[in-house]
Structures are given as structure tokens and as C-alpha cells.
């Protein structure tokens, strides 16, 4: 009776680890909920919303908004000091821990800095104090332009990114009800894939001067226990930054070259 229980138990693990090795799941990188994207929406709302009550048709406020937005000119052809501001990602991520993302951060920022430097477009680049940020607000575009007044720069990069994966098994999995297989195995494909978005703004008048998007991929073939999920995501995240740095540095050379 004991022998039977126990294959019952085993019978019942191997089955739930075949189950979670030949399931495919994927999650796409998605802006839907961004703060990047609700930044930049927000100004247009606000505004939209400001002139309500004028007795403006929905049609003319519209049109006011889209008149105010093509009038905006910038201050200089290219900002000479700017700064760095990286917005947190909205969407769920597989890195735990705090260690991580401090290490994550310190390594992107400074590929970003170092890009931007070497470009020879900007004569200063520094990243944006989060002490200059207003306290216990969600930021938008006018609190982010007036915090980097307050660092006496001219330009700002905002900037998030982020993430998903993309998990199938392969026919190595069969091999999964088996203890050994388990964690011998190569039977789980796994992608992790990263987006990530900037804007370059005019601090003087909120003119953006540059949209920039990038994109990168990592991926794993491993047994299913040995997936490194975390380790995935922290290197497809450091590379979709340091290609938006290279893609900045690129823009800014070419929004300083002489018009034709």
C-alpha cells in the first residue's frame, strides 16, 4: 500500500513538471501601460481638457491642440547640456532582485552617457538628480522639463523599456517525467525580448526634437529546472540599452549635420 502511495506521489510530480516543460506561454513587450506613453498622452489631455467650457466643439479643440503641438519650435537646433531619465518599466519583469537592478542601472547608464559623449554633438551630458523630481508624484513632461531647468540643462532623454519571453518546448521534453531528464535535458526554449523608447525634448518649449525605438532578443536552450529567466531578462534589458544609446548618439549626429 506504501510502494503504491509513493508512485502515486512520483506518478503525480512527473506529471506536473511534464506539464509546466511542454506548455508554451508567451508575454509581448507592451507600452499599453507605460509611463512614457501616459507622459506624453497626458500633455495633450490636459491641454485638450483645459479648453473645455469655451464653448469649443470637439472638432476645434482638437485642431487647437494640433496647432499648438506643429508651432512648437526649438530653442537651439541642438541642446548643448542634457540630461538622462530613465523611467521605470510598467510591465511585470523576472528580475528579483534589488542588487540587480542597481548593477543593471549603473552599467545602462553609463553606455548611454559614454554614447551621447563620444558623439561630440552635446557639450554636456549628465544624468537627471531623482532629488530635483517633485515628491509623491507621477512625473509628466512639464515636471520633467522644470527638474531639468533646475540642472540647467536645455535638453532631455527620457527613456523606458520594456520586456517579455517567449517560452516552447522542444522534443528534448518528452524526456521530462524522468528525474534526470528533468534537469539533463535541453527540452525548454526560451526567449527574452526587450523594447525600448526615447524621447529628446526641448526643456525651453517641450519641442521633441527625436522619437527613438530599439529592440533586442536573448535566448536559452536548457532543461526546464536550469532556465535562467532572471539572468535572461537582465542581459536582453542592458543590450536594447546600449543599442538606444548607440541609436541616440546616431540621431543626435544627425540632427547636427548641416541642412541641404
Known amino acids: 500500500m506504501t510502494t503504491n502511495k509513493a ?4 506518478a503525480a510530480l512527473a506529471a506536473a513538471w511534464l506539464a509546466a516543460g511542454c506548455a508554451s506561454h508567451t508575454r509581448m513587450p507592451s507600452y499599453e501601460q507605460s509611463q512614457l506613453r501616459l507622459m506624453i498622452s497626458s500633455e495633450t489631455v490636459a491641454t485638450v481638457h483645459a479648453v473645455e467650457g469655451r464653448g469649443m466643439g470637439a472638432e476645434e479643440q482638437v485642431q487647437r491642440e494640433v496647432d499648438r503641438l506643429l508651432t512648437l519650435k526649438p530653442a537651439a537646433r541642438i541642446p548643448a547640456h542634457v540630461v538622462l531619465y530613465e523611467l521605470p518599466s510598467a510591465g511585470p519583469t523576472e528580475i528579483k532582485s534589488s542588487l540587480k537592478w542597481l548593477s543593471l542601472r549603473q552599467e545602462t547608464s553609463k553606455a548611454m ?102 529592440y533586442a532578443q536573448k535566448s536559452q536552450c536548457a532543461p526546464y529546472a536550469a532556465l535562467d529567466w532572471e539572468g535572461l531578462e537582465y542581459a536582453v534589458r542592458r543590450g536594447v540599452l546600449e543599442a538606444l544609446a548607440q541609436e541616440a548618439a546616431a540621431r543626435a549626429k544627425s540632427l547636427a549635420a548641416p541642412e541641404r
Do not use: C
Open 7 to 10: 508512485f502515486v506521489v512520483l
Open 113 to 214: 552617457k559614454a554614447a551621447l559623449e563620444q558623439s561630440g554633438i552635446f557639450a554636456q551630458v549628465d544624468s537627471l538628480p531623482e532629488m530635483l523630481m517633485p515628491a509623491g508624484e507621477t512625473p509628466d513632461l512639464r515636471s520633467v522639463r522644470i527638474a531639468a531647468a533646475r540642472a540647467q540643462a536645455d535638453g532631455v532623454l527620457i527613456y523606458s523599456t520594456e520586456t517579455g519571453y517567449d517560452y516552447r518546448a522542444n522534443g528534448w521534453a518528452l524526456f521530462y517525467p524522468t528525474l534526470i531528464g528533468l534537469f539533463a535535458a535541453p527540452g525548454s526554449d526560451l526567449s527574452s525580448m526587450a523594447v525600448s523608447k526615447a524621447v529628446l525634448l526641448d526643456v525651453h518649449t517641450g519641442y521633441i526634437y527625436a522619437v527613438l525605438e530599439s
